[in-house]
């Protein structure tokens, strides 16, 4: 028996409301995901640096702990262990929540993308030369002032590169989340395929899907590097080297 | 007697067993320019940094008008009053120059946006580089970086500025467009402590030279004494060397 292609399917219902819908929770999640790993990935690259012996450890412990536990694993640990660790009243809460899986997937990629993003800051920051804390602290900003206007914005342009890779990466890791129920691309595809026997049709979409949004973030963080570029930041570092 | 601005008393740092400064004291009195110089690795950059507290030191003590640094609980208000200027410069180099300088008057004085940039132009302008105040950093040159910088420091209105070599990485042509801003501050009165081979600078501007070697102030005196004839033969040797470089 010869397959036959039905491309049209793809627009009738209810296979387009789902791809439609998937897609979008493909794009929230991974976006959402994104930025909160940005955000921690950033507080703990700083405290792997701080003088406070407990604070770079608690910060090394994290990233060895989220780094290289699979991913898949981080999500079925998030799914199922944690919320038995959850007081009672809050786990009544979370079983309770309709969009339980969502949430879990954006903890699960976000802390395991904010080890990832750590580590760059991290090194970021070593590359940043001693004479800009130093100067940074002799006009009298905080400790805390200086990471917050001099060093993190100059460590988070040193990575703009590396950020971006992230985002990819973390796009491409919600694909996992389908293992744990969330709506999103690929597992509808899976969905389709099983109603309509049209697997080609939809895990293209799906790929599809990936491909675009892609070259979408490429461009678009090829925009910001521009913005962002600073003349003699990198320079400076390969020549103070 | 007005009380010196800084006191440095009988201070010792160690790095791990190397002692970097071996019970170092000096006082700076208000408009009193110190010319400090000496070998390389004698200890002079780390001498500067006790005494804003970027260098934590094991014994002795500075003073900062009158606040022991060691057991100082607020140290960026201390810094407030001691202006710093970097061998490199050191400017933020993804902020314009006008934010370079308006960032501590802001965030540290908490001075408005308005009123720290007033400022900022005003000091600007005083370096001779109100111009440059839009460009980054890395598009100016190594002497309007490093007047950049000093404005930087100006325009928290410090009581006392302290120079780590602020010309040694400048191309020659640009050395003396910075040692002019440094001998319009002096005239003016600032509280200076220098840290600078320029003999000639030292020469004209300083009423007092330190020359430090091996973690230790070896010779402290007069400019005209000093030139004429240092008391120590360390000193001499290292005074015949730099001058017949230049
Ligand atoms: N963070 C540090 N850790 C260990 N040793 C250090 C550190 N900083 C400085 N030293 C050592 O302390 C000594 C004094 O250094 P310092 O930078 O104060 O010298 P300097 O007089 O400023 O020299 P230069 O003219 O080269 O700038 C040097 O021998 C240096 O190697
Ligand atoms: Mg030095």
Redesign the interface.
């Known amino acids: 028996m010869r397959y036959e292609f039905r491309w049209g399917m793809l627009l009738e219902q209810p296979y387009f409301t789902w791809i439609v819908d998937a897609i979008a929770t493909t794009l929230h999640l991974a976006l959402l995901s994104w930025i909160l790993a940005l955000a921690i990935g950033i507080a703990v690259g700083v405290m792997r640096n701080t003088p406070s012996r407990a604070l770079r450890f608690a910060g090394a412990l994290y990233v060895e702990i989220f780094r290289n536990v699979p991913l898949l694993l981080q999500l079925f640990l998030w799914l199922y262990v944690f919320p038995e660790l959850l007081p009672k009243h809050w786990q009544l809460y979370w079983n309770r929540l309709d969009d339980a899986p969502y949430w879990t997937a954006v903890i699960g990629l976000s802390l395991f993308t904010a080890a990832r993003i750590a580590e760059q800051i991290r090194s970021a920051i070593l590359a940043i030369?001693p004479?800009?804390f130093?100067?940074?602290?002799?006009?009298?900003?905080?400790p805390f002032?200086m990471y917050r206007?001099?060093i993190v914005?100059?460590a988070v342009?040193i990575i703009i590169p590396a950020i971006t890779s992230e985002f990819l990466t973390i796009f491409k890791n919600t694909a996992l989340a389908l293992t744990i129920g969330v709506a999103e691309i690929s597992s509808v595809a899976r969905k389709i395929e099983a109603w309509s026997f049209k697997g080609i049709e939809a895990y293209t979409v799906a790929s599809a899907t990936y491909v675009c949004t892609t070259i979408a973030v490429i461009v678009l963080m090829g925009w910001v590097e521009k913005r962002a570029y600073?003349?003699?930041?990198i320079?400076?570092e390969k020549s103070d080297a | 007697m007005t009380q010196p601005i800084v006191a440095i008393r009988n201070v010792c740092l160690d790095y791990g067993g190397f002692r970097a400064l071996d019970g170092v004291s000096l006082d700076v009195n208000v408009g009193s320019r110190i010319v400090i110089c000496g070998p390389s690795g004698s200890g002079k950059s780390t001498l500067l940094r006790c005494v804003n507290g970027l260098e934590p030191f094991q014994s002795g003590e500075v003073f900062v008008d009158g606040v022991g640094v060691r057991t100082c609980k607020d140290l960026p208000k201390l810094r407030l009053g001691v202006g710093m200027v970097f061998q490199h410069f050191e400017l933020y180099p993804h902020l314009s120059v006008l934010d370079n300088v308006t960032l501590a008057p802001m965030k540290a004085k908490g001075l408005s946006r308005r009123e720290a940039e007033e400022k900022a132009r005003h000091y600007l302008d005083r370096v001779g580089i109100l111009d440059q105040a839009d460009k980054f950093p890395a598009r100016l040159s190594g002497g309007q970086q490093q007047r950049a910088a000093i404005a930087r420091a100006l325009t928290l209105e410090p009581k006392v500025m302290m120079f780590d070599e602020p010309t040694s990485a400048l191309d020659p042509e640009m050395i003396g467009e910075v040692l002019k801003v440094m001998r319009d501050l002096a005239r003016d009165g600032m509280t200076m402590l220098v840290v600078t081979h320029e003999m000639g600078f030292a020469r004209e501007v300083a009423d007092e030279i330190v020359f430090m070697d091996k973690g230790r102030i070896v010779e402290h005196s007069g400019v005209s004494a000093f030139f004429a004839a240092p008391k120590t033969a360390r000193a001499r040797e290292f005074l015949d060397r730099i001058l017949l470089k230049i």
């Open positions: 030369p004479g800009q130093k100067a940074a602290l002799s006009t009298g900003l905080t002032q206007y001099v914005p100059y342009r600073i003349p003699g930041l320079k400076r």
